[in-house]
């Protein structure tokens, strides 16, 4: 059942609301979330420019690191392959085949987390959310490696928190 559904979810996304200058612009914000880049330069400028929160900024730095490694030890478990559909390749390259749980989820995830004593939450958590969305725009992702992802961040951000 589980299964089928995310086929159907995928699907959806990827033949719903595409034009070429979508793909482009979904692409380009995906690549923000690559390896967390977009979460560690918040936390790199905001550790330079607000230097009575800098602790805060290094805590969540260091914490959206843990989540990503701890994702990357997930997937090279679970071995999930990147999901193909017929006829609606990937909009995009990654650096690996494996797709469970998505790095993107759960980084962005713990990123919002942590960073929402210092910077407003609601902005975060639509970055997060947004980037989640783009994976599976991007035909990278079933519904249930994102899911999975943002669980994995937010409950690392949590115990971190």
């Known amino acids: 059942m589980l299964g089928k559904l995310d086929v159907a979810v995928l699907r959806a996304f990827r033949t719903r609301g595409h034009t070429r200058a979508r793909e482009r612009a979904v692409t380009l914000f995906s690549r923000l979330g ?3 880049l977009l979460w560690l330069a918040l936390c ?3 550790a330079v420019l607000d230097e009575d929160n800098r602790p805060v900024y290094k805590r969540a730095a260091k914490t959206i690191f843990v989540t990503y490694a701890c994702n990357q030890l997930i997937k090279a478990a ?3 392959r990147r999901p193909r559909l017929e006829g609606l390749p990937p909009l995009a390259g990654t650096l690996s ?3 469970y749980p ?3 989820a759960a980084t962005s995830f713990t990123g919002a987390r942590m960073l929402s004593p210092v910077l407003p939450a609601a902005p975060l ?4 959310v947004g980037l989640v969305l783009s994976r599976l725009y991007l035909g990278l992702h079933y519904p249930s490696d994102v899911v999975a992802g943002a669980g994995l961040g937010a409950a690392i951000g949590e115990l971190a928190s």
């Open 34 to 36: 690559e390896q967390a």
């Open 97 to 99: 085949g494996l797709s």
């Open 125 to 128: 958590y639509a970055t997060a």
């Open 102 to 104: 998505s790095a993107h």
């Open 78 to 80: 679970v071995r999930r």
């Open 44 to 46: 790199a400028g905001g």
